[in-house]
């Protein structure tokens, strides 16, 4: 026998789709149930505000109290009896001598004697009248003392150098400055140094205090003392 259902109609083929289907509508209808949430509007309704009322608020005059100033004191009450005191002292009058004298008046007055001081003056080496003469330098023009002082300096200087042997052997090298004073009878005093190391310096005052005397620098005409200072060079070759 044919069955009589088509099975095109089989109304349990898509049974468990349609059951899925309708699950989720009621639960989607259940969660919008649940979060629906009402408010309250009469705390919403509009207030229109009337701004032209805030302008012509009336602001209060107030007036400032002026408080006098307190009366001043009283005078003091007038005496009763005024006594006149009579001035009896006597002023006595400054008499103003002229200063102006007569010829006969003069007076002679003895000539006073200035004493020179003794005191030494140092002069430096560029503006001194007549720089100190370097034995050797007394026939050359006076124009070019200087010139000579100097040469007969380096010259010394040359002739007398010695390195320290401990200083070449540490490797120190470098420039000493070296100042002294020709004093007024021509001797070389107050030498100092001033270099990278102690044996540099003591070398180059051993050098400077060989130097010979001098014919004393003179500042119109009177010995003065004369400070110079010269540079000595210390290098290793």
């Given amino acids: ?60 005059i107030t007036e400032q109290l002026k408080i006098p100033p307190p009366p001043p004191p009283p005078p003091p009450p007038a005496p009763e009896i005024i006594e006149v005191v009579e001035d009896e002292e006597e002023v006595e009058e400054t008499i103003i001598e002229s200063t102006e004298t007569d010829q006969d008046d003069i007076v002679e007055v003895e000539e006073i004697e200035v004493e020179e001081f003794d005191d030494d003056i140092d002069v ?34 040359k002739k007398n150098f010695r390195y320290p042997e401990i200083a070449q052997e540490m490797g120190i090298q470098g420039r000493v400055y070296v100042s002294f004073v020709i004093s007024t009878d021509g001797s070389i005093i107050n030498v100092r140094s001033r270099g990278p190391d102690k044996n540099l310096e003591g070398e180059a005052e051993r050098i400077i205090g060989r130097l010979p005397r001098m014919i004393p620098g003179k500042q119109r005409g009177r010995a003065v003392r004369v400070p110079f200072s010269i540079p000595i060079t210390f290098r290793l070759q």
């Fill in 124 to 157: 430096p080496f560029a503006v001194i009248e007549d720089v100190p003469i370097y034995p050797g330098c007394e026939r050359v023009a006076k124009s070019k003392r200087r010139e000579c002082f100097q040469e007969r300096i380096n010259q010394h200087i």
């Fill in 1 to 60: 026998m044919e069955p009589k259902k088509n099975p095109k109609a089989d109304l349990s083929k898509n049974s468990s789709l349609y059951f899925v289907i309708g699950l989720t509508f009621v639960l989607f209808i259940s969660w919008r149930a649940i979060e629906y949430k009402t408010y309250d509007r009469s705390n919403y309704d509009y207030e229109a505000l009337n701004v032209d009322e805030d302008d012509d608020e009336e602001v209060p």
